[in-house]
């Protein structure tokens, strides 16, 4: 077995990336099997792009070493370019050609025969729903249109690995709900996926695992859940910030190293299972909420650790 068939579909060892003095990518090291969905989760410049671009081979890496499907991402960029599918929100469609004219072309990018390409586009179309659309401009499609559009591009030359980033931003529910029914499809016939979202339901109903990083550098990784618990604690206590008898909470968190984050005038305290019950021994006459942490929970225990 050839090793682009074998091995992981993407290793990562001390991957690292900077410009100038400014570490974007910092020692990442994470493998992602093939056939597997997986969600790349971080803030606003937490090096989630930057960590795609190098392995879609179009940045080298400053230090360490990653390969995809069996290449390496410094040596080998242009093999790695002919195997991938890369959409992010800023996918390059030709607003002046049709529908069809930007998958020929992206066919003729890809080098895929002709022979093959005709077949490839019927599939295409059908796979994203484009049917009797074919001769629009792409300039007058809406944004859930293009986002089909794009991923049909993407997939023109059927690569086993697709690269989503950012790939449902601007648009409605119902389209974000349909391009993730698409991506489903592919992922059951054996597609890897590796995709950065900010949206949180997305990244905990739809992906086999998370990788979540954080300034550069990779903060967890796991199941939804086990992420969370890492992160945020088993558990999330919300109360008001201006709840009565509450005066003594910030003491209280500080005394066993832990920060609440601010929502719209209320508190939001991670804890585990221990920290519930010391909590509630410590302010038995509080009205609060107590309930299983979400992602959003997460990117907020992040803000807090990053600030």
């Given at each position: 077995?050839?090793?682009?068939?074998?091995?992981?579909?993407?290793?990562?060892?001390?991957?690292?990336?900077?410009?100038?003095?400014?570490?974007?990518?910092?020692?990442?090291?994470?493998?992602?099997?093939?056939?597997?969905?997986?969600?790349?989760?971080?803030?606003?410049?937490?090096?989630?792009?930057?960590?795609?671009?190098m392995l879609?081979?179009?940045?080298?890496?400053?230090?360490?070493?990653?390969?995809?499907?069996?290449?390496?991402?410094?040596?080998?960029?242009?093999?790695?370019?002919?195997r991938i599918?890369?959409?992010?929100?800023?996918?390059?469609?030709?607003?002046?050609?049709?529908?069809?004219?930007?998958?020929?072309?992206?066919?003729?990018?890809?080098?895929?025969?002709?022979?093959?390409?005709?077949?490839?586009?019927?599939?295409?179309?059908?796979?994203?729903?484009?049917?009797?659309?074919?001769?629009?401009?792409?300039?007058?499609?809406?944004?859930?249109?293009?986002?089909?559009?794009?991923?049909?591009?993407?997939?023109?030359?059927?690569?086993?690995?697709?690269?989503?980033?950012?790939?449902?931003?601007?648009?409605?529910?119902?389209?974000?709900?349909?391009?993730?029914?698409?991506?489903?499809?592919?992922?059951?016939?054996?597609?890897?996926?590796?995709?950065?979202?900010?949206?949180?339901?997305?990244?905990?109903?739809?992906?086999?695992?998370?990788?979540?990083?954080?300034?550069?550098?990779?903060?967890?990784?796991?199941?939804?859940?086990?992420?969370?618990?890492?992160?945020?604690?088993?558990?999330?206590?919300?109360?008001?910030?201006?709840?009565?008898?509450?005066?003594?909470?910030q003491t209280?968190?500080?005394?066993?190293?832990?920060?609440?984050?601010?929502?719209?005038?209320?508190?939001?305290?991670?804890?585990?299972?221990?920290?519930?019950?010391?909590?509630?021994?410590?302010?038995?006459?509080?009205?609060?909420?107590?309930?299983?942490?979400?992602?959003?929970?997460?990117?907020?225990?992040?803000?807090?650790?990053?600030?």
């Open positions: 077995m050839s090793s682009e068939n074998a091995g992981p579909a993407i290793s990562t060892e001390l991957l690292t990336r900077r410009f100038g003095s400014f570490t974007a990518v910092d020692h990442v090291s994470f493998s992602v099997a093939r056939g597997e969905v997986v969600g790349y989760l971080g803030p606003n410049g937490s090096g989630k792009t930057t960590t795609i671009r879609c081979g179009l940045l080298t890496p400053t230090e360490g070493h990653a390969q995809v499907l069996g290449f390496d991402v410094a040596k080998q960029s242009e093999q790695i370019k002919a599918g890369y959409m992010s929100q800023k996918f390059a469609l030709y607003d002046d050609l049709t529908v069809r004219q930007n998958i020929e072309f992206y066919s003729g990018v890809y080098s895929v025969p002709r022979d093959i390409a005709r077949v490839r586009f019927d599939q295409l179309i059908k796979m994203a729903g484009l049917e009797g659309r074919t001769e629009v401009l792409t300039a007058s499609l809406s944004g859930g249109w293009r986002q089909r559009l794009a991923l049909g591009c993407a997939l023109v030359h059927e690569p086993k690995l697709l690269f989503l980033d950012e790939p449902t931003s601007g648009v409605d529910p119902v389209a974000r709900r349909e391009f993730w029914d698409l991506i489903y499809e592919l992922a059951e016939k054996g597609a890897t996926v590796f995709v950065t979202t900010h949206y949180m339901d997305e990244a905990e109903r739809l992906s086999d695992r998370l990788i979540v990083l954080q300034s550069g550098k990779v903060r967890a990784s796991g199941a939804a859940r086990g992420v969370l618990g890492d992160v945020v604690g088993e558990h999330v206590v919300v109360l008001p910030t201006n709840a009565e008898g509450a005066e003594g909470i209280w968190l500080t005394a066993r190293g832990l920060k609440a984050s601010t929502v719209l005038a209320s508190w939001h305290l991670p804890l585990d299972a221990a920290g519930l019950v010391a909590f509630v021994a410590a302010f038995p006459t509080l009205r609060y909420e107590v309930r299983i942490p979400t992602l959003d929970d997460l990117f907020l225990a992040l803000a807090e650790e990053r600030a």
